[in-house]
């Protein structure tokens, strides 16, 4: 399986931002030690690209340093050019794992899924939304039309939701975690809230129940996965309590499922 990588393309945070930028490097060393994925770097998506999702105005004013100060509160990272560049190479390498997807069955974005980016404001260490970005390209390119989003980050993708809403030829499932962010909803199509600390036997079960439904309903020609870690149980933001296990399991019943 190939493995599209960007941990390379770092960007300055100030001292003690809760933002775990290192993980996406000890993820790519984990994988190149196991030497059974093909780890490629990602190229940057162009602005192009970045329009499929993105309001012309405010791709300008994120380049051009323009945002405002309640923006980058709300995006809760500092501007800079290397942030910019990374969530270019964000969106790239689930722009080109699509492609390899296509073509092969799988491939996997090892720091994508930038669930909280609206059409015209990021949010939540979300500056590009790299989902819609790809499902558009592979309309544009005439490769597919009906698409899914397997959405199990511990929270609501709600700007991929909100980009995603009227749109009838995508489907968005989820499971949340109730009592986190984001505070104010979007509605999804399949999805559910869960309680603070629930563990694997409610988690697991809302993932069966839900998953079937969205495939049906979806009758999708590819499928987007966000294989969130953060409703384990040692996760500090997460608040759910789902065990090492319980994930491992969760991505098994996915691949299954999709398989």
Known sequence: MLALHHDRFTYPLPEGHRFPLGRYRMLRDRLGADGTVELREARA?????????HEREYLRRVVAGELGDREIAALGLP????????????????????????????????GGGTHHAFPSSGRGFCLFNDVVCAIRRARERGVVERALVVDLDVHQ???????????????TMAVNGGGNYPFRRVPGDVEVDLPNGSADEVYLA???????????RARAEICFYLAGADPYEGDRLGRLAVTAQGLAERDRLVRDALR
Request: charged fraction near 30%; charge should be negative.
């Open 206 to 216: 809302a993932v069966e129940r839900l998953l079937p439904a969205a495939i049906v």
């Open 79 to 110: 501007w800079s050019v290397e942030l910019v560049e990374r969530a270019r190479r964000s969106v790239g390498a689930t722009l080109d794992a699509t492609d390899e997807a296509l073509d092969r069955g799988v491939a996997a974005n090892l």
């Open 157 to 171: 993708g709600d700007g991929t939701h909100a980009a995603l809403a009227e749109d009838g030829a995508a489907t």
């Open 45 to 53: 998506a162009s602005d192009d690209e970045l329009r499929l999702a």
